[in-house]
């Protein structure tokens, strides 16, 4: 009998597959060992084990990276998205196994630099190896953010900071970039002023035609260009929802609710982040963006019920008042397509936008109070 040959298509596929499985057993190990060890009552025995975790995530890696760069020169562009993709996740799980290795005061600011220091420094190894628009802008959007996950997370060890000042910093910071990540990844090139400069110098002039060199710009000109952007907005984009919603997990587990500042600010922050993430879609052209934002809406409002369920009592019913503000935001998004024009629709717009730019505006404040900043300055 003869064998059916594989087509090139089912080997990409298999191949997409099985780096998407191995992230998940990375993340999964990871998982296990960071409860095994860093938990209280934790087995003490497990703690040479993070050394044969961290060197098989390594090897991985390295594997991943090998991979993107054979299937760039094979002209394989999902296959190598996907392969750096999973390089970046195992060095993040990376980072997370290696902070197991030894006991620390502050394992969560611990693996948040070891983690941006791996994905850093494999970042770092790619930007030589590949040369390629999209991916050098997934390559350049990721080491921009784990650069500056990696300062903070150094400064919060150096100082002694608590996690939540860190969770919180990282909140504000990611609103804020994903607010204007338009104008954070999209720069002219220096070349295209100065074509575009002696194009208009030398276009009315009497001496002869226009230069070779000094011409109109065409879409061929532009396109690797828009090719890095379009990547590094949609990284950007993914990086930043990330560290929205991880920071804020972080923030509802370590939130002190027994302090009123600390139980407000949190309560703010909710409602606020909720509505941007229900109104934001509102402005965006792309479904993916639309779906990933909503979806990231529902787990914070869900994070937030889960934790304030503990806490409810008959004197403290706040989460209505939350929720109440959460449903304003969603009936406003139902409201605004079912007005098909005229000045309802236009006022229900407009009141939708206010709403977006004032929970975006009041967002990093509110992070500022659920972190425990202000109690932090009072004891300086």
């Known amino acids: ?39 209280p009552g934790g087995d003490e025995r497990m703690r040479g084990l993070p050394v044969l975790l961290v060197a098989s995530l390594i090897l991985l890696m390295l594997f991943c990276d090998r991979l993107c760069v054979v299937s760039i020169r094979s002209h394989e562009q999902t296959v190598a998205l996907v392969a750096m993709a999973c ?77 939540r000042l860190l969770a919180g910093l990282v909140l504000a910071a990611a609103i804020c ?57 949609a990284t950007g984009f993914v990086l930043c929802l990330a560290l929205l919603v991880l920071p804020y997990a972080a923030l509802v587990a370590f939130c002190d609710f027994h302090r009123m500042y600390d139980a407000v600010g949190f309560l703010v922050l909710t409602a606020a982040l909720f509505l941007f993430l229900t109104l934001k879609p509102r402005r965006s052209g792309r479904p993916f963006e639309r779906y990933c934002m909503r979806l990231s809406a529902v787990m914070v409002m869900a994070m937030a019920c889960v934790r304030a369920w503990g806490f409810m009592t008959t004197e403290n019913m706040s ?8 449903l304003i935001g969603v009936l406003l998004v139902y409201a605004i397509p079912v007005q098909k024009g005229g000045f309802h629709s236009l006022v229900l717009s407009r009141a939708g936008d206010a709403l977006c730019f004032l929970s975006m505006m009041v967002t990093p404040v509110a992070a500022f109070f659920a972190a425990g900043a202000l109690q932090y300055i009072r004891g300086l």
Request: proline share 4%; glycine share 4%.
């Open 1 to 39: 009998m003869r064998h059916k040959e594989t087509k090139p298509a089912d080997l990409q596929a298999i191949c997409i597959v099985s780096l998407v499985c191995a992230v998940l057993f990375a993340g999964i190990a990871v998982t296990v060992l960071s409860e095994s060890v860093l938990l």
């Open 319 to 326: 989460l209505f008042g939350v929720c109440a503000i959460g």
């Open 87 to 163: 390089a970046v996740l195992l060095s993040v799980c990376a980072g997370v196994a290696a902070s197991c290795v030894e006991p620390c005061a502050q394992p969560i600011a611990a693996a948040v630099f070891l983690s941006s220091s791996c994905v850093c420094l494999n970042m770092s190894l790619m930007t030589v190896c590949i040369d390629q628009p999209v991916l050098n802008g997934v390559i350049s959007a990721c080491f921009a953010v784990s650069l500056l996950l990696l300062l903070a997370s150094t400064g919060t060890l150096m100082c002694s900071l608590d996690v």
């Open 177 to 233: 970039c994903l607010q204007m990540l338009p104008n954070i990844v999209v720069h002219v090139p220096d070349r295209y002023l100065v074509q575009w400069r002696a194009y208009m110098t030398r276009r009315w002039t009497v001496r002869g035609g226009i230069p070779e060199e000094a011409r109109v710009l065409t879409q061929v000109d532009i396109r690797e260009d828009m090719q890095t952007f379009q990547a590094r907005y």
